[in-house]
């Protein structure tokens, strides 16, 4: 069983930054990620980034958020950038199978297959 814990998150105003962490409790071969989910909003995909690292965005957070890994660590952080009100969200950190292919959406729609984290509230302000 892979366990997920999230650090980082909390307040921030609208163009901010912040950092989400995610701590895995042992190496997978699975599509990591993170997914979001707003009060009264369907849960969304935000990132994937595979084994070899390759990434994949929703078009929502395209160009301001940057997911990575540290594989020596069994880390992946999530970078936002230019941060918006809309991006308010609990946020969830996410392992799922490969077997769909490792992109954004798929962290959301497998997250409840695979492993999931506790979660972490981003909030901005504007």
């Known amino acids: 069983r892979v366990e997920l814990e999230e650090s980082g998150g909390g307040s921030a105003q609208a163009g901010g930054s912040l950092k989400l962490s995610c701590k895995k409790s042992?190496?997978?071969?699975?599509?990591m990620g993170w997914f979001r989910q707003a009060p009264g909003k369907e849960r969304e995909g935000v990132a994937a980034?595979?084994?070899?690292?390759?990434?994949d965005y929703a078009d929502s957070v395209n160009g301001r958020f940057t997911i990575s890994r540290d594989s020596t660590k069994n880390t992946f952080n999530l970078e936002m950038k230019d941060l918006k009100p809309e991006d308010t969200a609990m946020y969830y950190c996410?392992?799922?199978?490969?077997?769909?292919?490792?992109?954004?959406?798929?962290?959301?729609?497998?997250?409840?297959?695979?492993?999931r984290g506790q979660g972490t509230q981003v909030t901005v302000s504007s």
């Open positions: 996410a392992a799922v199978s490969v077997a769909y292919g490792c992109r954004a959406p798929e962290i959301a729609r497998q997250a409840e297959f695979g492993y």
């Open positions: 042992q190496s997978s071969l699975h599509c």
């Open positions: 980034i595979d084994t070899s690292g390759i990434t």
